[in-house]
Structure formats: C-alpha cells, structure tokens
C-alpha cells in the first residue's frame, strides 16, 4: 500500500516562516507531479503549488514570491518552504502525489498550518 506521511504543520505569527515535508512509502512509480493543496473551513480545496516530474513547478498566484516547492526524487520526498506567512494562509495542507489522468491519484492525511499573532 501507498502511504504519504505529512511533517511540519504548526502554528506561526504573521510573517513567519514553515516548512512542509511529504514522505511517500510503498510501491510507486511513474509520478507525474507532486504538489500540496489547502483547504481552509468552509471553502474548496486549492492547489498551492506543484512540481512536475521534469521539474516544473506552478504555483498559486496567492503564494508567489513566499513559497518554494521541491522534491527529492531518490527519497520519493515533496517538500513547501513557506515564508512570510500571513493569515490567510491558515489551512489544513494536503500532500498529493498523481500519476497523471486515469492512473492513481494518492493523498496526505493533511496537515494544519495555522498563522495567527
């Protein structure tokens, strides 16, 4: 079974910086993207950002300029440096690992970033 186990979620003043880490385990291969999404109370889940296999990376207009996604394609590892924090950021992140369209698409159990002084 595939497992993606989340770490680094937390609670951090305005300004502040966290960093996301996304560990996959299991059987898997042919990763098309990588990526964390958030989902704050009562709106849809959104894509923040996400790193291709050929290293492409896309990112929320929102969080331009703040975040940083990477991988660590030998340690099947996602990780989002998040810096200059702001309120609106607060969520709960998602760790999403999909090997494109009609193939496997598996999730994070999701991890609480909240940003409050």
């Known amino acids: 079974q595939v497992q993606l186990v989340e770490s680094g979620g937390g609670l951090v003043q305005p300004g502040g910086s966290l960093r996301l880490s996304c560990a996959a385990s299991?059987?898997?291969?042919?990763?098309?993207?990588m990526g964390w999404h958030r989902q704050a109370p009562g709106k849809q889940r959104e894509l923040v950002a996400v790193i291709t296999s050929g290293g492409t990376t896309n990112y929320a207009d929102s969080v331009k300029g703040r975040f940083t996604i990477s991988r660590d394609n030998a340690k099947n590892t996602v990780s989002l440096q998040m810096n200059s924090l702001k309120p609106e950021d607060t969520a709960v992140y998602y760790c999403?690992?999909?090997?494109?369209?009609?193939?496997?698409?598996?999730w994070g159990q999701g991890t609480q970033v909240t940003v409050s002084s």
């Open positions: 299991g059987s898997i291969f042919n990763i098309n993207a």
């Open positions: 999403n690992v999909n090997g494109g369209w009609g193939t496997y698409d598996y």
